[in-house]
Structures are given as structure tokens and as C-alpha cells.
């Protein structure tokens, strides 16, 4: 009769082999964890050995943790931590870019959520220079996205586009992706979006977890709190969040909100909250600042 031991020995053992099969490279695990598995266990009667456990193949360094949310908790690959894992070993433009082509051609074959793979028109995988060192995450794709199957090209993207001209960058400089690739499907709607669904984006974002390795940006925007949800595990108010540094596996992360939001607001001290973000962004990168744009939408 197995143990309370073997039970939860096989179910880890179960559940990295899940995490393995999904794509996933990378578990998350707490210090004071690692300081735990360290000390001799604890066990009043020892189990009995039965049988050899062949030893778990290491997974590379700290990147997420999953868990079976408690009622009441918000899921999405939550717990990320974010300020003790470190980012892989740099690579060469010529080896970033096969392992990013090849990235690329398993997203855009993947149909590990059937819902969302036989309502989409086109699989979002990202867009920009795979060298760049600043990266914008948004939540999911919407209508014009999954239509031309590239991120941002809709109305809020127009704006994101016009925002990253304004710090003197363009698209090509920077690296764009969002934290699902594919459109969240709107069964029995014509029109409009939905949030993804916590279960979605921790099937979707270990692509983006990957693309983040291989472009190592030295800065990452997080537009929206769906964005900086599913990099932090943070469901914090993005009003409260933005502005603030937060840490994505020793990378800064500036959390924004979203360009859709500046639609919907269209207020001069609501641009000028975003753009201060932004001046922060510049400012981490280095870049000259000039008076006009630390001037931009102040009151005359």
C-alpha cells in the first residue's frame, strides 16, 4: 500500500512529466524550498523501497510555477519568481534566430487549446528585432491581429506604434508580443474581445517565456493588467502597479496601461501618466531625452 510519501512523490514526478510534454523548460522553485529538500526529511516510519525511482532530468533555471488555484485564487501560471531566476546563457544573432524560427513554427503549429486553434484565422507570434532591448507584452490579439496575424496593428496598436516613434525608436527596433498568440474566441458575438482565460494563458505563455530568453531584453513593458498578470502573477490594479519598477527574472518591467485604455480615456493628464512610463523606460535604456519630449502633454 503506497504511502503518503509515494503518492506525492508520484505526483511530482506526474506533474513535471505534464509540465514536460506542455513545452514547459522551466519550474519555479521558492529558496526556502530548496533549503527544505536540503534538510533530512522528516518521516516517522520510513517508506518502504519497494521499488528505484529513476532521477528527474534537471529542467533549466528557475522560470514559472504552476499550481491548482485554491477557491477564490486567480490562476494563470501564477507565482513567477521573477527577482531570483536568472536569464540562460546569451546567444549569437545566428543562433537566436533559428531557435526563434523554430519557436515560431511550433506556436504556430500548436492547437494545445482546440477552442481557440479552430476559431483563429492566424497564430500572433511576435514581431520586431530579435536583438532589441526593449519588448512591449500585451494580453491576446484581437480582430485586426488574428486577421493579419501580427501584434498590434489595430487601432491600439496604431497608438503603441505612434508612442515607441515618439522616444525615437520604431517598430523594427523593438520586440512586440502579447501573452496568448492566439484571438480568445467570442462564440455567438460578431464583434469585440475577451480577457484570456487563466487556463489559456498558462497553456500559451511558456512561447512567450522563450521568447523572452532569446531576445534578453534589457527593458520589458507590460501593457495592461492582464500583461503583468501573467509575467508576475500579480493581480494588483494596474493603477496601483504602474509606474512602478517590478522585475522579470532580474529584467526591469515597467507596467503601463494599455494603449486601448488611452482610446477609451483620451484625457491629456491620462497621456501624460503613460508617458511618464515611458520617460522611465528611456531613461533605464539610456536614450537622450530631449525638452520636448519630457514636455510632452503638459499643460502650456
Not at 529538500?37 to 504552476?66: D, E, G, I, R
Not at 501624460?272 to 531625452?289: A, G, P
Request: hydrophobic share 35%.
Amino acid at each position: 500500500m503506497a504511502t503518503a510519501y509515494d503518492q506525492l512523490l508520484g505526483a511530482t514526478i506526474q506533474h513535471l512529466e505534464d509540465l514536460k510534454a506542455r513545452g514547459v523548460r522551466h519550474v519555479g522553485v521558492m529558496p526556502e524550498t530548496l533549503r527544505s529538500l536540503a534538510q533530512p526529511a522528516k518521516l516517522s516510519t520510513p517508506p518502504p523501497l519497494t521499488t528505484t525511482t529513476p532521477p528527474l532530468v534537471p529542467l533549466a533555471s528557475v522560470k514559472t510555477v504552476t499550481s491548482v488555484p485554491t477557491p477564490g485564487e486567480k490562476s494563470v501560471t501564477q507565482k513567477i519568481l521573477s527577482e531570483t531566476a536568472p536569464m540562460p546563457p546569451k546567444n549569437s544573432t545566428k543562433t537566436k534566430s533559428a531557435a526563434m524560427a523554430a519557436l515560431r513554427e511550433r506556436a504556430l503549429a500548436c492547437v494545445k487549446c482546440p477552442h481557440l486553434a479552430s476559431s483563429r484565422k492566424k497564430v500572433v507570434f511576435g514581431v520586431g528585432s530579435i536583438d532589441a532591448q526593449l519588448m512591449f507584452v500585451g494580453e491576446a490579439p484581437g480582430a485586426d491581429e488574428d486577421e493579419q496575424g501580427e501584434p498590434f496593428v489595430g487601432k491600439a496598436g496604431q497608438l503603441l506604434t505612434k508612442i515607441i516613434q515618439a522616444t525615437g525608436l520604431s517598430r523594427a527596433d523593438v520586440y512586440i508580443a502579447n501573452i496568448l498568440k492566439c484571438r480568445p474566441d467570442t462564440p455567438g458575438q460578431s464583434a469585440g474581445n475577451r480577457k484570456p482565460k487563466p487556463e489559456e494563458m498558462e497553456t500559451c505563455i511558456p512561447y512567450l517565456h522563450e521568447q523572452i530568453d532569446l531576445i534578453r531584453p534589457k527593458v520589458l513593458v507590460a501593457l495592461g493588467a492582464t500583461a503583468v498578470e501573467g509575467l508576475l502573477g500579480k493581480t494588483v490594479g494596474i493603477t496601483k502597479l504602474r509606474g512602478n519598477w517590478q522585475t522579470y527574472r532580474g529584467t526591469p518591467l515597467m507596467p503601463t496601461y494599455h494603449p486601448a485604455y488611452l482610446l477609451r480615456n483620451q484625457a491629456m493628464s491620462q497621456k501624460r501618466i503613460v508617458w511618464e512610463d515611458i520617460l522611465q523606460v528611456m531613461e533605464k535604456l539610456e536614450m537622450s531625452i530631449s525638452e520636448k519630449q519630457q514636455n510632452y502633454f503638459l499643460k502650456a
